[in-house]
């Protein structure tokens, strides 16, 4: 990862060390981000062949979003801390190439000021001890024309990252303003803002009774708690680890995929998130029974090195990657993928 132009006066290289320590950074050493990608890799594709390719068709429509290919760009936050330009150029660069953002409640720009670069887009939210603090908040994501909340619900805690915590601090601006807050210009400096301890089905229902808009459980690795989850009114469920960055050693969300799918039997969309890198992982996901994948640290790599003109660089490569590898799996359209196309994880089981 080069250093992000336009930091004048800075130090590049610590800058770039920094960068590197906060968006790649995960408790402990870093064991469950690597065990993320690792365990897509572990999945043995079984291409199929002597099928006709010739028509490809992988464009969805998810919750008032569409897509190219089954792909979001995954909600982190502070993307001012990579870049100078941060959320507003991933919203351009992901809109020229048509691939949709999930906005992060932490973001560097106010939600409006990205919703004025990007093509519809889901909000994600945390939702704290004192639930009326994020009211402003939610209405200024509606009037800006979210079409979904994705409601993180992995987070009651700060996983211990050691090395992203070193690298945030690095990055702060010399003011000594976060770069994560400016959605809350109406909450006092150094209010708790994360989740709350008590976070329960409830917040579903009521996060969706304030802003009439569809919620979607992120975080979910278990099927008692997707249940739950669909039980309280979820519209879809994220199968999520936090991209390895919350609890060490949880189990990889290509493993967790397949319990939680069952577990939902059809009734609202799963998708997951964590280690996704390439067209061939994203087939791995849907024929495990995914709808749709996200992708958080290559758009942060992406943003880092090339601004807005890199995300669009990235999303048009990966769209094409996806689109390669589902041709060269005999799958050129999305009802066409099934379990078929994977074998067994290598390795030692679960
Ligand atoms: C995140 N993630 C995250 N998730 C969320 O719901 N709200 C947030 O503000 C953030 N912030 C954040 C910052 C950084 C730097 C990273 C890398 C990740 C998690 C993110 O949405 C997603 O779950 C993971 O990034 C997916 O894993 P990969 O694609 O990064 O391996």
Redesign the pocket.
Known sequence: MTAAPGWAGADQIAVREAVEA????GPGDGAT?RA??AAWESLPLRPRVLRDVTHVDTAIDLLGLRAPVPLLA?????HQ??HPDGEVASAKGLASAGLPM?Q???SSVPVADVAAHSGPFWQ?V?VPDDRTLIHGFLDRAVAAGATAL?L?V??PAVGNTLP?RAGLARLAPSDGRPR?AANFPDVAPGTPLGTATDLGPRDVERLAARTGLPVVV??VLRADDARTAVAAGAAAV?V??????QLAGSVT?AHALPEVVDAVGGRVPVLV?????RGEDVVRALALGARAV???????RALADGGADGVERWARETIEDVRRALVLCGAPTLDSVGRDLVGDFLGSPV
């Open positions: 906060y968006v790649h950074g981000v993320n990608v995954a909600p982190w936050a502070g801390l990579v999930v992060s409640a932490g994600q945390y994705v993180t992995d987070h992203f994560v992120k975080g994220v999520s680890n936090h991209g390895g960055r969300t998130d964590g280690g996704i890198r996200l992708a958080g640290r290559p758009v942060a």
